[in-house]
């Protein structure tokens, strides 16, 4: 049998960002159709078209981190806090019109946006989550290693 060149790590890293490039060139090209189609709130194929679009430079800088990391990380700095915001107001866009007349927006560009975000929320409520449970992990072993310290 051969063995494998690439550690599971890289694997999993090469899939989801091949992933989120498909997610991302798909709000651009939903968003970009329904231009128009979303009278009751235009800007919701307009945050598709946006957000799809600083996904992708925001993986265009990844091959540059370790040839400029200082203005690769002032980049991803600026993009990551406007992609924040554009969150945001994503989030007051689609979910303001959210119980309303089917007809307030095309279903496809709707429900499309309507996923990204709520998988958005999903994916923000899961590092929280990690980032919580490691930090109470690390205390607990903080504090079981000082009072092994501490009976010697």
């Not at 060139?25 to 598709?48: D, Q």
């Not at 107001?89 to 975000?117: E, H, Q, T």
Request: charged share 10%.
């Amino acid at each position: 049998m051969a063995e494998s060149t690439t550690s599971p790590t890289v694997g999993s890293q090469i899939f989801t960002l091949v992933l989120w490039t498909a997610l991302s060139v798909a709000m651009i090209v939903i968003g970009s159709m329904h231009v128009g189609n979303c009278p009751r709130e235009p800007n919701i194929p307009i945050y598709l078209i946006v957000a799809g679009a600083f996904h992708l430079v925001g993986f265009c800088l990844i091959p540059l981190k370790k040839a400029a990391e200082k203005v690769t990380y002032a980049l991803e700095s600026i993009i990551g806090l406007f992609s924040f915001c554009w969150f945001i107001a994503g989030s007051v866009w689609v979910f303001r019109i959210y119980p309303d007349d089917p007809r307030a927006c095309n279903d496809m560009a709707y429900k499309f946006a309507f996923g990204i975000l709520i998988f958005e929320y999903l994916f923000i409520a899961l590092v929280l989550f990690s980032v919580c449970l490691c930090t109470c992990c690390a205390g607990c072993l903080a504090f079981s290693g000082a009072e092994r310290n501490d009976s010697q």
